[in-house]
Structures are given as structure tokens and as C-alpha cells.
């Protein structure tokens, strides 16, 4: 079994500086002094609600794959029902910058952002329960950090309400709980020097989506 200081080493070597890039790129630069145009966050709300629709879906076909494990059935089942209303505060924020209903019946994910989906159902269907939440360490890390950034200055460059931007505060507080849980699947399920290798391996490609992902949105709405 994996240890507490196996997954501190895949969070300061893999995960941290993957956090550290992210907001380096021009997205957060521009985000941090109002100067990201409400065309790139309608684009992250487009592509984000998206994501967080699959996201659902994948968490459904977790609690089948494993149903012969109460553990991970109910875990899967936690997440499903902590996630279940966030395409609708995505929705939200888009909506309070200037899209409309029908923006978001007609979007469809851009390369990078459906590359980064596909990643994320690969890990749930294909991958054993430590790589798949390897994956979850880094999104969840990463969301939590770009929620802070987002709460800051969207409230002080472009004067947004608490409730229309209720996906970055809700997400600033509920992943730290979510990326903790996702260390101790991993620290019960990376059993082997393969698995955990396997661990790492999901995390440094999931960073690299992470990061194509923002880079994707900023291009694609420019």
C-alpha cells in the first residue's frame, strides 16, 4: 500500500509545479489584472459546463464498475452527488457575463478541452481506481487554486456578484476535501511499485492536459 509520503511526493514533484505553470499562462496573467476578455470566460464557462456534464456521467459508470467494492461504490457515489449541480453553476457565472441558454445547447468542446475529458473518462473506465484519482488530485488541486484566482479578481475587476461566480467559491472550499479523498484512494489502492508508478504516470499527463486545456480556451476565444 501507498504511503502519505508517496502521494506528498506526487503533489510537490508532479502536481505543484503543474499548479505553479497554470497560472503562468497568459489566461491567469490577464485574469489577475482584469484584463481577460469576457469572451475567454465565456469560453471557459462553455467548455467547463461540458466537461462537468461528462464529468457526471463518468462518476455514474464508476459506481457500476465498482459496484463489487462498497467502498469505492459509495466514494463514487459521494462524488456523483457533490458534483451533480456544478454544470448548472458553470451555467451561472456564463450566463451573468453575457451568454445565453441556447450558447450552451449549441457548444461543443473545442480540441483541447475534449482532449482533457477524454483523458479524465479514459481514467474512470479503463484505469485502476489509483490512477483514475491520480488524475482527480491534479483537477481538484488545480480547480481549487484557479477558484481563488478567480474569486479575487473577478470581484475586483469586473464586479461580479457572489452568486454569479458560486462555482469558484463553492469549488475554492469543497476540493480541498475532494483532493484529500482522492489521496487516501490512493494510498489504499496503489498497492504495487507498478501501480504507483502507474500513479505518477496519470498525474504528469493529466497536468499537461490541465495546462493545454486553459491555453486552448484562451486561443479559441480570442
Known sequence: MATQAF??????????????????????????????????????????YLHNVALLKGFALCMVKNSHDPDL????????????YHPDLAKKFGLAIGLQEEDFVNATPIFECLAHTSKTIHGMLLGAASEN??????????????????IKALKKHYRLEDKAIQFFTVHAVADQEHTQMAAEVITRHAITERQQELVREAARHMVRFKL???????????
Open 73 to 84: 461504490f459509495k466514494y463514487f457515489l459521494y462524488q456523483l452527488n457533490e458534483e451533480q
Open 133 to 150: 484519482r491520480a488524475s482527480a488530485l491534479v483537477n481538484e488541486t488545480m480547480v481549487c487554486r484557479y477558484s481563488e484566482e478567480h
Open 7 to 48: 502521494v506528498d511526493s506526487v503533489i510537490k514533484e508532479i502536481v505543484q509545479p503543474g499548479v505553479d505553470e497554470l497560472m503562468e499562462l497568459p489566461y491567469f496573467t490577464e485574469l489577475r489584472v482584469g484584463k481577460l476578455s469576457l469572451k475567454r470566460m465565456q469560453g471557459w464557462a462553455l467548455q467547463h
Open 212 to 222: 493545454a486545456k486553459f491555453a486552448g480556451i484562451y486561443n479559441a476565444y480570442a
